[in-house]
């Protein structure tokens, strides 16, 4: 498997991917599918990743700013998403490993992400990668329905932002 930059090429297995994770329940409260350029404008450009092997997308990683303000520049949320059949094959933890760096290489001392407190496959490779459970949210919005509880996960560098 190698990682590489996720670019437009390869938009229709990260869509798929995206569309079968937001499927589980577990992956976040959107049900809106972007198409490219909604999904290219609101993720930062050099913090996309794509898990590959034999020319297949297994997975991606990507960032988005979490405001526009100056003031938080260095922050970013983070998105990760693997392939139906190919969870728990340690996928996850790689391509999070791999964004960490390339967020620190770009400048970020903050990653955050809000995790609904079932996926404890996503808790667990967040920890794994440095981040640690900073709050939870109860009944934070509704899912098809359902009061949905959050927890808040940060990371915060150790080589960017001190």
Same mark, same amino acid.
């Given at each position: 498997?190698?990682? &590489? ?6 938009? /229709?297995?990260?869509? @798929? ?5 937001v ?6 409260? #959107?049900?809106?599918i /972007? ?9 930062v450009k050099?913090?996309?990743? @794509? @898990?590959?092997?034999?020319? *297949? ?9 979490? #405001?526009?303000?100056?003031?938080? @520049? ?12 190919f969870?728990?094959?340690?996928i996850?933890?790689k !391509?999070? #490993?791999?964004?960490?760096?390339? #967020? &620190? ?5 903050? !990653? &955050? ?23 939870? *949210?109860?009944?934070?919005g ?5 009061? *949905?509880?959050?927890?808040?996960l ?9």
């Amino acid at each position: 498997m190698n990682i &590489e930059k996720l670019t437009e090429k390869y938009w /229709p297995e990260v869509k @798929a991917i995206y569309v079968s994770g937001v499927a589980t329940g577990n992956a976040n409260f #959107s049900h809106n599918i /972007p198409d490219w350029d909604a999904w290219d404008k609101t993720h930062v450009k050099n913090c996309r990743l @794509a @898990a590959i092997e034999n020319g *297949r997308v297994l997975g991606w990683a990507a960032l988005t700013a979490i #405001s526009d303000h100056c003031v938080f @520049a260095g922050v970013a949320e983070v998105s990760v998403y693997i392939a139906d059949g190919f969870r728990g094959k340690g996928i996850g933890k790689k !391509l999070l #490993s791999e964004l960490v760096k390339l #967020s &620190e290489e770009n400048d970020l001392w903050t !990653l &955050e992400s809000r995790v609904f407190t079932e996926n404890l496959a996503s808790i667990k490779i967040h920890e794994e990668n440095g981040f640690r459970i900073v709050g939870s *949210r109860e009944r934070i919005g509704q899912l098809n329905g359902v009061w *949905r509880d959050t927890l808040l996960l940060e990371r915060r560098s150790v080589k960017v932002g001190i």
